[in-house]
């Protein structure tokens, strides 16, 4: 790879490092930046990377393989610094969460002799910093790729090999695709931890409350420990996504609550049997991608779905007398107490 | 504690057998019995029961502590089933994730020589029957209690002794209370657990969004993942409080999404720096549980509430510079955008 530079050495930047010197790629040697000295130094103890250098220019001028690895808001800064001293056909990558933002940025600020290849690794954990970085962080997850209009193959492929080293696999979007599923499957997430902590958190009863909080609180509001800074910039940089999908997300709510507040006890059962059902093959047998050359905004059921009503239709059938008979007997309680009331 | 019944030996039933059984309490027998005759003998197998017995009726006749835990909706049956044959002075609890109606069931089909405790351990998975049960489940847990009107002092004692045996933490409540927290800290996560599901899901692009998915949408979707038939019951016995508070989630996701939308960045910075803290200092060191004697509705805020305000603050100025200039850019960007729009 000859030269790698990384810059920011954080969770995710250290994480890289360590991943990419434990693949033991040839001739390669890993230089880094951060701009919190003991951040740099933890990272070089912990052999994420070979040396440090003490500025950005030196990395710039040096490495022919560049990752910046800073919080979103700062690529911009550090793509301006690094522009006068840049060789010609580098290769810079980024890790940024979101996108769009991210490829302006370079197209703007980056010289046109400099292959821009935008990367966002899907891994991460509440924890950061270079102490929280292991070299196992991307094994097996998803890391999508997203070349600049100026990228050429071998650049792209660099990149690739980085993706390859570190165990994870590569999924090529464009920049507005990949902001509208991330604020979709890790924005929006986002969003509904926060609020799911604030919902409990901001109450009179918070101490109960949080005396007899389970597992379920506790992985439902983990995002909401991660570091604001990112958050922060997820939401600058990808503002409009994010409120279309929260939309439709409070619209899922809307339709649920609809449902437990409504009289078709069946039909929420067979919904709630259908949504596990989803999530289970999600897990085991994760769809497979491919676009469907027409789409169509009729919905027609598959295979997979009558077999799901049809589940759903047994499972029900086994409960619906007792709960039939808890209905009846709920009702005709209330029918007395009424009667009680009015006898007073 | 003499002869202890369970029915239904599932994931909480069987788990309770195991605990108990693993603190050796002197002169215990247990007896459990499942209406599903593989989940019985699985049970019996795990020796989370020392014997079955074949109808609910034998279990009633013989135990002098008796725990139900079925399904919510069938306790109702339980109980009536029950009633008939239960000694006198016998100690009847259960495991619901609701209260309210459960109560009310044991109120209206317990003899009044009965003692009902109601109870219900903060502990679960997403994986149930008995092969998931394990002795460690309840370990550290919080263990709610809410005795019914009649149980005196001695019954409720009996329930701490099982409580203690398990390595819960018991903590009293009454039964709206109880509803009305466990809908804020656990029902509305699931339903917000069920709606980002959806929302992935139920989208012509749901094979790129799963392809996309990282440990974030797994975590946060783990709870759509739980029993069907769990869900419902919740749902259906506890419709007022979960309407409630999810209507409190969505006003939470509102602000939120204001925030995003909106142009004060060190306001949401703020926000954010303030969650992430409040929810370290929860997980590092949980709130006390104590009522103030005068609930105040101003909120007056506290020494902590100042500090965090600073810290916040001191962060924001860290990155005020960067971000405004990145601010500055967009705007001048968004100018020059226009400019060439209206030359056109």
Chains 1, 2 share one sequence.
């Not at 950005?56 to 690529?75: C, F, Q």
């Not at 590569?170 to 604030?198: G, K, R």
């Not at 420990?225 to 409070?250: K, V």
């Amino acid at each position: 790879m000859g030269t790698l530079g990384i810059v920011g050495l954080g969770l995710i930047g250290g994480s890289l490092g360590l991943a990419i010197k434990r693949a033991e790629p040839v001739d390669t040697t890993i230089i880094g930046y951060d701009r919190k000295p003991d951040v740099a130094n933890r990272a070089l103890q912990a052999k994420a990377v070979d040396r440090l250098v003490p500025e950005i220019e030196d990395l710039a001028k040096e490495a022919t393989l560049i990752i910046v690895a800073t919080p979103i808001i700062s690529m911009r800064k550090v793509f301006e610094t690094m522009a006068p001293y840049l060789r010609p056909n580098v290769v810079v990558t980024d890790t940024a969460s979101t996108k769009s933002e991210v490829l302006r940025w370079a197209r703007d600020l980056l010289p046109r002799n400099v292959h821009f290849v935008g990367g966002h690794p899907m891994a991460g954990k509440e924890k950061s910093g270079p102490q929280a970085a292991e070299a196992s962080l991307f094994e097996g997850r998803t890391y999508c790729i997203v070349p600049g209009m100026d990228a050429g193959p071998g650049a792209v492929q660099k990149v690739l090999d980085i993706v390859a080293a570190v165990g994870a696999v590569s999924h090529f979007m464009d920049a507005d695709e990949h902001d509208s599923y991330a604020a979709a499957i890790s924005h929006v997430p986002l969003v509904a931890s926060l609020a799911l902590f604030n919902l409990a958190h901001d109450t009179q009863a918070w101490p109960e409350l949080a005396a007899m909080t389970g597992p379920g609180f506790r992985d439902l509001t983990r995002l909401a420990s991660g570091q604001p800074e990112m958050a922060h910039d997820i939401f600058l940089t990808n503002q409009a996504n994010i409120i279309h999908w929260l939309d439709r997300y409070i619209g899922e709510l809307m339709r649920l609550a609809e449902a437990i507040a409504g009289d078709d006890g069946e039909g929420l059962f067979r919904k709630l049997v259908e949504i596990q059902m989803e999530r289970d093959s999600f897990l085991e047998n994760p769809p497979k991608r491919d676009r469907p050359e027409v789409s169509s905004e009729v919905d027609i059921p598959g295979a997979g779905e009558t077999f799901m009503h049809m589940m759903a239709g047994n499972l029900w059938r086994q409960r619906a007398n007792e709960i039939m008979k808890t209905m009846e007997d709920r009702q005709a309680a209330r029918k007395l107490e009424e009667r009680m009331r009015r006898r007073e």
